[in-house]
């Protein structure tokens, strides 16, 4: 499955930060966090993501271009228009959100869209970070970058790059921006440690041009990622990694594990509900882990089923929401429901209003229709998990990079600190939070931001 | 790995040894489909022509929403291997606007009589054909024919004339049909359950009434796709009013130990397993042609049995969408093959408006999101934990097993299950839309089946 460790050259000092302790899917950046294995040091190596051959003789253009989202009357017509036609299948009697996303109350989240959602005023929102572009490997990489308003003399500002996942965006983090910015001004900390945060759009997401060729995994990012960074001029710089992120790495090594583990495994799961001190659980672990098949096993066939058509037939999958924006807004906000908060299954209105404004989600999901971004973003599953397992058991690794874990309580699954360190080996802080889903940036940001804060004082006074 | 694969051995053998057959029957399912509470009022039991109509303001939105589809460009060389190619998918687009006759192909639709009946609190659509002429002396057998997902009764349209008319046909008159083909409830014109739990042996129930209703006390059932459960859930509710049952697909859920031995070593002891040449030809190396095949080709089947309303949501809005859904499983489930082709090789075998038709039927029906929860309401639990799926079936069968098939089930299986196999087929050429793609083929199979059975009845009540 995944790439990991890299030793590139410099960067030695770039640390982990994972905050969704989710088999989340996909993955993505955190693997490419350096590590530290004296064993290989492999080529940083290239790609070429843009249409057609590459072109040998005309060298990247590498300047760093500045953006605005844009919208026309034409583009909003054009959307009201299908939001007016829009054709629904009434529920089952008694369905909430089982069957998925409940069309009577998706026909009043439309009527919000269409009536009451103001999208230019949510592009000016969009537009307060300052947007950039710049070419790597072939294609136009999207990414924010806000810098702290005001810096105390002779403190270092640290630079973190945040990475989104899926059906998420750079959008995700603007909320938690401000904190990590100026974390004085919001009550977190006597700002001995700021941020200047870097958030990019992944290949085929938002407003970073799709890739035109197959192959683009979270190898591939990472090392663009990483050539960003470098064009900004960051040589060390701190990550933080949601949803593609932490899933990849936990399920990296489980599958390059010896086979030991896997059985040592089970053992702690069938001995850990009765002995959890005996296995290394917690009790908190245990709380959040058990019933182990319902919340395991069950759980995750009932929420994967995006999963296994997005890593098999992306194109297919992302055709009809492309052409649909209610169908894209059903597909996407199911997540935003469920992976927030399971009960939410429950509800005739999937609880989405409970944690997220209308225009917060409304917002993410227009990223995904005015950039008409929908397949190629599921195209990442298939690049990433429909790869032969023979080749990736061949990328056995640990990240030996100082690492720090938050572990939302309302992921779809928990994955306890002894099964953490089996890839993670420098494990500086894992802390149980009281709180949150799977969106924790959107959802809870502040306590997001105070457990990165958290782990940065502890990484640099190392 | 070792370790891995004792351990799943033995749960396998844990599970064997609690789980014995208990000779059962599978009890007829009484239900209520239809909106709020069930009246007291007996159930109108009349049975009403139907006709399939269409509006010109249904064709301009239609066009409109064609004319607006936005796609996005495939991979470099990917062919159909991150499904539907939009290169394709634009052309067949551009021949849906500017060719396709919609009017033209209701006609057609229209050519044969359909009937709606209300049974269990929903209409229940269905085309009844009979024989144009019947020899002196003969009688007609009812047979009916059940379509799957994402297929409709209109499968059946090149097939029907050969059953009801053979001799016109160049096949053998000794038996003739009058055929009726449901659309299953949620699917095409039979109205959409309005309850959840409407699972297989609901349909299975509801056919059976259906056929009551038509005066048949005996009668065969042939089914592919969903098709083959709820057929088969019909042989078991009701064997003494099924002479025969017929099917295209035989898949086997409740796999056993034996099953898993017989993967781990068929390929090097077939005879042992009861395993023919062409068994071995078609289902290994398995992890190839088994295991990653079903892996690569499941996706749908697991968003839909877990999140139907959201997937059908946006199929339900984008005709190009739900033709791209659709369009994919023509393709690949009548050769695998075909995903490396650009055009998904569909024209190979089936022309556009075929295609288009059923798709259509789909459209403007708007059935796309209940036909999906079909498969929430028969796998939510999971496979092989179903009653029925662990009851035998007793009825005369005849199996007419296509290579192209997704999964191939050697007889070897299928015979745990249908313990009375009157005839087993490795058929030539063809896929899982036997009866759209090859209906000569499998109208063939069909009356040399019904042709045994006969034989074979009439030979019983000689006897008796």
Request: charged share 25%.
């Amino acid at each position: 499955m995944l790439c990991l460790p890299r030793s590139f050259q410099y960067s030695q000092k770039n640390a982990v930060l994972v905050p969704a302790a989710a088999l989340g899917v996909g993955g993505m950046v955190v693997c490419w966090l350096m590590s530290r294995r004296k064993a290989k040091r492999l080529e940083v190596g290239d790609g070429w993501w843009g249409s057609g051959e590459r072109s040998l003789r005309e060298k990247e253009d590498e300047s760093i271009r500045p953006f605005k989202i844009e919208t026309s009357d034409k583009e909003i017509e054009d959307l009201h228009h299908r939001l007016d036609r829009a054709r629904y299948a009434p529920p089952l009697e008694g369905a909430a959100f089982h069957y998925g996303f409940n069309s009577d109350y998706l026909q009043k989240v439309v009527a919000y869209w269409r009536n009451q959602f103001d999208w230019r005023k949510q592009v000016e929102i969009l537009n307060k970070y300052p947007h950039f572009h710049t070419t790597i490997e072939g294609i136009d990489i999207h990414f924010i970058h806000v810098k702290p308003p005001y810096v105390p003399h002779g403190r270092a500002v640290q630079p973190i790059l945040m990475v989104h996942g899926w059906p998420g965006s750079f959008y995700e983090f603007y909320k938690i921006i401000p904190l990590l910015t100026e974390p004085a001004r919001y009550g977190l900390g006597d700002g001995d440690v700021v941020f200047e945060v870097i958030c990019p759009s992944i290949p085929g997401y938002g407003f970073s041009e799709a890739p035109h060729q197959k192959g683009f995994d979270t190898r591939a990012t990472a090392r663009i990622f990483h050539k960003l960074m470098k064009r900004l001029g960051f040589k060390e710089y701190y990550i933080q990694g949601g949803d593609w992120g932490s899933g990849i790495t936990t399920n990296m090594g489980i599958k390059g594990a010896h086979p030991f583990s896997s059985f040592k495994k089970l053992i702690q799961v069938m001995l850990g509900a009765y002995v959890p001190w005996l296995v290394g659980f917690t009790r908190e672990d245990v709380r959040r882990m058990y019933p182990f098949m319902q919340k395991n096993v069950y759980d995750i066939l009932r929420e994967t089923g995006y999963l296994h058509i997005q890593a098999t037939k992306p194109d297919t999958a992302g055709c009809g929401l492309n052409d649909s924006p209610v169908g894209l807004a059903a597909y996407i906000l199911e997540k935003f429901s469920t992976w927030t908060d399971k009960s939410f299954l429950h509800r005739d209105d999937g609880g989405l209003e409970r944690k997220y404004s209308l225009d917060d989600l409304l917002t993410n999901v227009m990223i995904y229709w005015v950039t008409s971004s929908i397949a190629s973003s599921m195209r990442y599953y298939k690049e990433n998990l429909s790869r032969d397992p023979a080749l990736s058991d061949n990328t056995r690794f640990g990240v030996y990079v100082p690492a720090g874990i938050a572990a939302f309580p309302e992921e779809i699954t928990h994955v306890p600190c002894c099964w953490a360190k089996m890839i993670f080996k420098n494990i500086v802080s894992y802390s149980y939070m009281p709180r949150g889903g799977h969106f924790a940036a959107f959802e809870e940001p502040k306590l997001l931001a105070q457990d990165i804060i958290h782990f940065v004082r502890r990484v640099e006074q190392l | 790995m070792l370790l891995e694969i004792l351990l799943i051995l033995g749960t396998i053998i844990f599970y064997f040894l609690r789980s014995r057959k208990k000779e059962e029957t599978l009890s007829f399912k009484e239900g209520w489909w239809g909106r709020g509470q069930k009246p007291d009022t007996e159930e109108d039991a009349t049975i009403w022509p139907f006709k399939v109509e269409t509006t010109e303001k249904d064709l301009s939105d239609l066009y409109r929403r064609l004319d607006e589809a936005r796609f996005t460009e495939p991979l470099e060389d990917s062919c159909f291997h991150y499904g539907t190619n939009s290169v394709y998918l634009r052309k067949v687009v551009s021949y849906w606007k500017n060719q396709f006759n919609w009017k033209k192909q209701v006609e057609i639709l229209n050519k044969y009589p359909q009937f709606k009946t209300k049974i269990q609190g929903i209409d229940i659509h269905f085309v009844h054909v009979k024989p144009p002429c019947l020899p002196e002396g003969q009688s007609a057998k009812p047979l009916l024919m059940v379509h799957g997902w994402p297929g409709s009764f209109y499968e059946f349209y090149k097939i029907i004339p050969l059953l009801t008319d053979p001799a016109s046909h160049g096949l053998s008159d000794e038996h003739i049909f009058e055929v009726i083909c449901p659309s299953i409830p949620g699917y095409g014109f039979s109205e959409a359950p309005h309850k959840k739990g409407f699972n297989s042996v609901s349909a299975a129930s509801v056919f059976y009434e259906l056929m009551l209703r038509l005066g048949f006390s005996e009668f065969y059932a042939q089914g592919g796709d969903w098709g083959w459960l709820i057929c088969t859930n019909l042989a078991q509710i009701a064997p003494n009013h099924l002479r025969g049952l017929h099917l295209n697909l035989a898949s086997v859920t409740n796999m056993g130990f034996t099953h898993l031995l017989s993967i781990l070593l068929g390929r090097y002891l077939p005879g042992l397993f009861g395993f023919q040449e062409e068994d071995v030809r078609r289902m290994f190396p398995f992890l190839k042609k088994g295991l990653y095949r079903i892996l690569s080709e499941s996706g749908y089947a697991h968003i839909q049995a877990t999140k139907p309303d959201t997937v059908g949501c946006g199929l339900n809005d984008s005709p190009v969408g739900l033709a791209a859904y659709i369009l994919e499983k023509f393709s690949t489930w009548t050769d695998l093959e075909f995903r490396n082709l650009e055009d998904g090789g569909l024209e190979r075998k089936f022309n556009l408006d075929d295609l288009l038709t059923n798709i259509m039927i789909y459209w403007v029906s708007g059935c796309i999101v209940s036909s999906m929860r079909f498969y929430k309401e028969n796998l939510q639990k999971g496979i092989g934990t179903q009653k029925h799926e662990k009851l035998p079936v007793q009825v005369p069968t005849g199996i007419a097993s296509f290579p192209n098939e997704v999964m191939h089930t050697p007889q070897a299986w299928a015979q745990k299950k249908y313990t009375n196999i009157v005839s087993f087929h490795l058929m030539p050429k063809g896929g899982h839309f036997a009866a759209l793609e090859e209906p000569e083929l499998l109208a063939e199979d069909i009356l040399q089946f019904v042709g045994k059975v006969e034989k074979e009845q009439l030979w019983r009540k000689k006897g008796e």
